[in-house]
């Protein structure tokens, strides 16, 4: 395979492209950027600075990953995008470089980032996620694999969506979005299980069931929230979803959104 790269775009700098690498028009390529065998990056891209983009990945039209954050606290200190494979990154989709030296912001492998999307610095986005149009995660945020970020939203600095979490569209995520659950709403409330990600997971029943019960105890027994999560720890305690839900919310820094209808 050959590289592609259009007579009216701009390389400069320390810039490695992969086999089968198509570069559109216009599109402006400058710093210390590595994309791999068969990238394809639209017409006025802008990829800037410390950038490592994988293998087979489609960047649509003017898209700008690398540029410096929008951080107050940034002083130039030498950071990086990382990107993986086989991801598609739609129209004016934003991904900032970290802060603090050496850092990095993450986008995993097989995602989907609709238009407009923004994804601020040190953000870290597992495998697998969608993001709709014109989500915007603030600094810090992490996106665990294969969770459902819906459209026109904003989710707090150092907020969490757990892994295949469903967000609805337009919710004000101030705190976690717990794993496995659907989360909605300006005021957000945890409204039951991410049925259709999780079939679409390849959950079986049984799976499914003890997920259920975990919600019904996190958020329909009344319980203290550490009880809740003992009970679930101690009934099921080889389970490895109720592991990663109850340590999720032992691990939380903002907190994890307890309210239900």
């Keep these: 395979m050959s590289v592609k790269v259009h007579p009216t775009a701009i390389l400069e700098g320390k810039v490695v492209l992969g086999d089968g690498v198509e570069i559109g028009p216009y599109a402006f390529v400058s710093g210390d950027v590595v994309i791999g065998e068969g990238t394809k990056v639209g017409a006025y891209t802008h990829i800037v600075g410390r950038v490592r983009i994988g293998k087979n990945n489609r960047i649509h039209h ?14 130039g200190e030498e950071t990086e995008v990382v990107i993986g494979d086989g991801n598609v990154i739609r129209e004016f989709v934003t991904i900032h470089r970290a802060s603090g030296e050496g850092k990095r912001t993450v986008v995993g492998n097989g995602t989907y980032l609709m238009a407009y999307v923004h994804i601020a610095h040190n953000c870290e986005v597992g495998d697998g996620v969608i993001v709709a149009n014109s989500a915007q995660l603030a600094g810090y945020v992490v996106v665990e694999r294969r969770a459902f970020v819906s459209g026109v939203l904003g989710i707090h600095q150092w907020a969490r969506v757990g892994e295949l979490a469903m967000v609805g569209g337009m919710t004000r995520l101030n705190r976690d979005a717990p794993p496995y659950f659907m989360t909605v709403g300006y005021d957000p409330k945890v409204v039951g299980l991410n049925l259709v990600g999780l079939r679409r997971a390849g959950f079986s029943r ?44 032992k691990t939380t820094r903002r907190g994890v959104i307890l309210k239900a209808p």
Excluded at 62 to 75: A, E, K
Excluded at 222 to 244: C, F, G, N, V, W
Aim: net charge negative.
């Design 62 to 75: 003017s898209v700008s990953i690398g540029q410096p954050p929008q951080d107050l606290s940034y002083r």
């Design 206 to 249: 049984e799976e499914i069931a003890v997920l259920k019960e975990a919600y019904r105890t996190i958020y329909r027994s009344s319980l203290p929230l550490e009880e809740a999560l003992q009970i679930l720890s101690e009934r099921y305690p080889e389970d490895p979803h109720i592991a990663h839900l109850v340590s999720f919310f």
